[in-house]
């Protein structure tokens, strides 16, 4: 997104109309560099109303990220972060893996207005539109290797469920790394790791969250997909929820470097979404196997009852559906 795009969206974040020719006189552009950014946020997954004689407007006003108010949300209540707001990137996810690369502290935190290519779990893109959902990231290091972090994505859901839960409405878990709904996907978890086999090492944990969907951002999504002012019907004040879910993710994250995914086990069970239902898990070849889901276990592996007997599934290999 433009720099002047990002202006201009935040100019009709009051949900009023603003002219054309009065939006160019305040970023001292042409009326076509304002028409080039309208259609931007058009193509960003955003509706804008253009009346003749009146200028741009959006449908309804946004709350748009502010680094100042995650601020004063946060004062006090997350020691170890360090919050970064940007109007724009390609991916959260990939810029914190750049910057732990080179050193980036222990609980660096990016969140962005836009993502030109957010990404979720398997290679799939994240759909999120300007003002309409939450994508950020924050990098934690540990000191155990890669290899002692099972269960970490579990660990993650469950620090957003209760976040979620005290900030808005109740929501449940899907194995591995989803947050859903009755009515569908509500957000999701891509944890990226790097470092030494044994330790230590730095995942950078990228959450995506629906906050509010309009009808274009919708039809881009390619799965049934809900949103959290559906579900909690109300405004959702996006940076006082960032900053809850940060509060929780700090607390969450403190607890699993120390304790493991023990802590967490029974809220997991109590949010998961297919506990003792009819699931299909589809392995890396294209086959599949049907089965119950009879829970996690210890180390966050999925439980399925199959006429085979019990069987264990890491996140790793296999995506899971409903039956």
Known sequence: MKRHTSGILRRLADGEFHSGAALARAFAVSRATVWNAVRELEAAGLTVYKVQGRGYRLPYPLSLLDRAAVARALAGRASRLAVEVLDATTSTNAVLLERAAAGARSGAVLAAEWQSAGRGRRGRAWQAVPGGGLAFSILW????????????????????????????????????????????KIGGILIELS?????????????????????????????????????????????????????????????????????????????????????????????????????????????????????????????????
């Open 195 to 323: 470092g030494d086999a044994l330790g230590p090492s730095a995942a950078v944990i990228g959450i995506g969250l629906n906050t509010r969907l309009g009808p274009r951002a919708r039809r881009a999504i390619d799965q049934a997909a809900a949103d959290l002012e559906g579900l909690a019907g109300r405004a959702i004040d996006r940076n006082a929820l960032l900053a809850e879910l940060l509060v929780y993710l700090e607390a969450g994250l403190v607890t699993f470097a120390t304790e493991g995914f023990a802590p967490f086990h029974a809220d997991w069970e109590r949010y998961h979404a297919h506990r003792n239902r009819q699931v299909e898990v589809t392995l890396p070849d294209g086959s599949s196997i049907g089965g119950v889901a009879r829970g996690v276990a210890a180390d966050g592996s999925l439980l399925l009852e199959t006429s085979a007997g019990m069987k264990r599934f890491h996140s790793g290999e296999v995506s899971l559906r409903a039956g």
């Open 141 to 184: 290091r540990f000191e155990r290797g890669a290899g002692a972090l099972a269960g970490l994505s579990l660990a993650v859901g469950v620090a957003l469920a209760r976040a979620i839960e005290q900030a808005a409405a109740r929501v449940a878990l899907k194995w591995p790394n989803d947050i859903v709904t009755a009515e569908g």
